[in-house]
C-alpha cells in the first residue's frame, strides 16, 4: 500500500466540521428538517473540499500509524462534540 496523503485526513476533518457545525445550528438557532440538514451538510463538506484540494499543504506524505491515529482522533472528537451538543 502507498503512503496515504495527509488529504485523505483532511477530508474527514472536513466532513466532522460540517456535521458539528450543522448540527450546532439545528440544535440552537434554527430547527430544520431532515433533508434540509443533510443537504447543507454536504455543502458544507464540499466548500471544506474545495479548499482543500486548492492548497498545497495537504499534498505530503504520512505513515500509516499516524494516518489511523488522526483518524481515531477525528472520530473520537467527532462523537465527543455531537453527544456535547446534544445535551
Avoid: D, R, W
Wanted: charged share 10%; proline share 3%; net charge positive.
Amino acid at each position: 500500500m502507498k503512503e496515504p496523503k495527509l488529504k485523505k485526513v483532511a477530508y474527514g476533518v472536513a466532513m466532522a466540521l460540517a456535521i458539528i457545525i450543522v448540527h450546532f445550528v439545528n440544535v440552537y438557532v434554527y430547527t430544520m428538517p431532515p433533508i434540509v440538514v443533510l443537504l447543507v451538510a454536504i455543502f458544507i463538506t464540499y466548500l471544506g473540499i474545495t479548499f482543500i484540494n486548492k492548497s498545497g499543504k495537504f499534498e505530503q506524505n504520512i505513515s500509516l500509524i499516524k494516518y489511523n491515529l488522526l483518524n481515531a482522533i477525528v472520530v473520537v472528537v467527532l462523537f465527543i462534540v455531537y453527544f456535547t451538543i446534544t445535551n
